[in-house]
T-cell receptor, first 110, second 111 residues
Framework: LAKTTQPISMDSYEGQEVNITCSHN???????ITWYQQFPSQGPRFIIQ???TKVTNEVASLFIPADRKSSTLSLPRVSLSDTAVYYC???????????FGPGTRLSVLP | KAGVTQTPRYLIKTRGQQVTLSCSPI?????VSWYQQTPGQGLQFLFE???????NKGNFPGRFSGRQFSNSRSEMNVSTLELGDSALYLC??????????FGPGTRLTVL
């Protein structure tokens, strides 16, 4: 199973763009990269998933370089409500291949 | 469509007892995964069921078991509860390679 490494915590201010980078050096050919957001006492919520290059949806962008050994989640113009823990996961998309690391605790300050 | 539901939301048990948690996946989803979340260990994968078969299992003792019914609803059981089993138990459902949708969790407290 591919292991991921992310910063333990990050601080940002409202309105700024936040980039959280995840390292996954031993990612396998069939693995996808998925990011989840979790608020206290709630289940994680899917943010975005990608395989290579760039993926964008209404809430975030995901940048994946050609070697796929890292990925960056970009949150544009964060607000206080974006304060949460963000998890980077690598796997084939099924539960058995997902290993949750400690995640990145993002604190958005006013 | 309705999300993943888990019952009960909160549960208090004593050491040595057993507990059964229930998860109803999103309609049409055949994969159900279970996770344990604690402050010390974070989110850990328990097992995953697909079409009533356990497809994979995490590194938990045999006291933790589960099953899936023909309607994709799933239950997990923990026998001989220990203090360390106190945690938030999360269920997630998915449709093949699609994203996993998590339920709100069951908060289990073992006294």
């Amino acid at each position: 199973l591919a292991k991921t490494t992310q910063p333990i915590s990050m601080d940002s201010y409202e309105g700024q763009e936040v980039n959280i980078t995840c390292s996954h050096n031993n990612i396998a050919t069939n693995d996808y990269i998925t990011w989840y957001q979790q608020f206290p006492s709630q289940g994680p919520r899917f943010i975005i998933q990608g395989y290579k290059t760039k993926v964008t949806n209404e809430v975030a962008s995901l940048f994946i370089p050609a070697d796929r050994k890292s990925s960056t989640l970009s949150l544009p113009r964060v607000s206080l409500s974006d304060t949460a823990v963000y998890y980077c996961l690598v796997g084939e998309g099924y539960g058995q291949n997902f290993v949750f690391g400690p995640g990145t605790r993002l604190s958005v300050l006013p | 469509k309705a999300g993943v539901t888990q019952t009960p939301r909160y549960l208090i048990k004593t050491r040595g007892q057993q507990v059964t948690l229930s998860c109803s996946p999103i309609s049409g989803h055949r994969s159900v995964s279970w996770y344990q979340q604690t402050p010390g260990q974070g989110l850990q994968f328990l097992f995953e069921y697909f079409s009533e078969t356990q497809r994979n299992k995490g590194n938990f003792p045999g006291r933790f078991s589960g099953r899936q019914f023909s309607n994709s609803r799933s239950e997990m059981n923990v026998s001989t509860l220990e203090l360390g089993d106190s945690a938030l138990y999360l269920c997630a459902s998915s449709s093949e390679r699609d994203e996993q949708f998590f339920g709100p969790g069951t908060r289990l407290t073992v006294l």
